[in-house]
């Protein structure tokens, strides 16, 4: 997917050369199982929801803003940054070569008859095989269709700059077992106040180990409310950067200054985010309507908090 934010002006926020300064990496590594940023990569940028110096000269929201509110803005999670992997399509492919040769063992057993009665050792390995092919290509199957087919296109993060509040939507992973589950999604609510983001990098390595990239994601990391050291939740936001930060940071100063400067939902001209939007979760009612009123884009461009 192409952005087309406005890429100008400067970063003003120097990149950090050592480890992680604030929260407890051990805690964050255990409770992420090392699936995290935190204590996992040093961080390339160290920012802050309560920082009043701006990050960036030129915010933008870099097409990442799916809805703007009375109170509130809805911004694009990685997953609603590009459309699914053709490596995920293509896994489709043996989950249904499982099932054809399930489909054929069982051919075979049908041909066999009576000849089955002779040989049990034989019947027993068909059957297992077939009973095998089956479950794990069902299984894979209901695994790749709630992904791609059912679960959410996007997993925006609702920021109330009124309340304070930020809301995020937490996928589960689809059960192997349960197939019939339709991955359920739990919401968080958050504090603003106990928010401080990361920009990270590390060395992508493409499919088939072609060739690798320095990619760029920006992280938002939620402190514990009685021990803000300890990190509760991380989660990846907008897109990832190719080469650089500089419009993950262009994204962040457009969220801080929303927040905290009373900026507007969307910078002049931009327009909100339209990929994506076809799936989205629905966050609880108490969310919904501390948001208020649905801004239209030219409302949203000159919105600023009484």
């Given at each position: 997917m192409t952005r087309s934010s406005k890429r100008s002006g400067e970063v003003r926020v120097d990149e950090w050369e050592g480890e992680e300064p604030f929260f407890d990496v051990d805690f964050a590594r255990q409770g992420s199982k090392r699936g995290g940023q935190v204590g996992v990569f040093p961080p390339r940028r160290i920012l802050s929801s309560s920082e009043t110096a701006p990050v960036h000269s030129s915010p933008s929201s870099s097409d990442c803003v799916l809805f703007a509110y009375e109170n509130g803005i809805w911004v694009g999670s990685l997953r609603g940054s590009?459309?699914?992997?053709?490596?995920?399509?293509?896994?489709?492919?043996?989950?249904?070569?499982?099932?054809?040769?399930?489909?054929?063992?069982?051919?075979?057993?049908?041909?066999?008859?009576?000849?089955?009665?002779?040989?049990?050792?034989?019947?027993?390995?068909?059957l297992f095989a077939a009973c095998l092919s089956f479950s794990v290509g069902i299984s894979s199957f209901s695994v790749l269709f709630r992904i791609l087919i059912i679960m959410p296109s996007d997993f925006p993060v609702i920021f109330n700059r009124n309340s304070g509040d930020?809301?995020?939507?937490?996928?589960?992973?689809?059960?192997?077992?349960r197939i019939f589950e339709l991955n359920p999604v739990r919401f968080e609510r958050h504090s603003w106040a106990s928010l401080r983001p990361r920009a990270y990098r590390f060395l992508e390595v493409t499919p088939g180990v072609s060739s690798a990239r320095w990619t760029y994601i920006l992280t938002l990391v939620f402190g514990k409310k009685d021990d803000p050291k300890k990190v509760v939740r991380e989660l990846n936001i907008g897109f990832k950067g190719w080469g650089d930060d500089f419009e993950l940071l262009q994204l962040w100063e457009h969220i801080r200054r929303y927040m905290n400067d009373a900026g507007p939902a969307l910078d002049q001209g931009e327009k909100f985010k339209t990929f994506s939007t076809s799936r989205l979760p629905k966050f609880p009612d108490e969310a919904m309507a501390a948001l208020g009123r649905k801004l239209s884009e030219s409302e949203a461009w000159e919105i600023t908090r009484a």
């Open positions: 590009g459309s699914p992997t053709l490596l995920a399509w293509f896994g489709f492919l043996p989950s249904f070569g499982l099932l054809v040769a399930g489909c054929y063992a069982v051919y075979i057993l049908w041909r066999l008859g009576a000849g089955a009665v002779e040989d049990p050792g034989f019947a027993l390995a068909i930020v809301w995020v939507a937490v996928p589960k992973m689809p059960s192997f077992i």
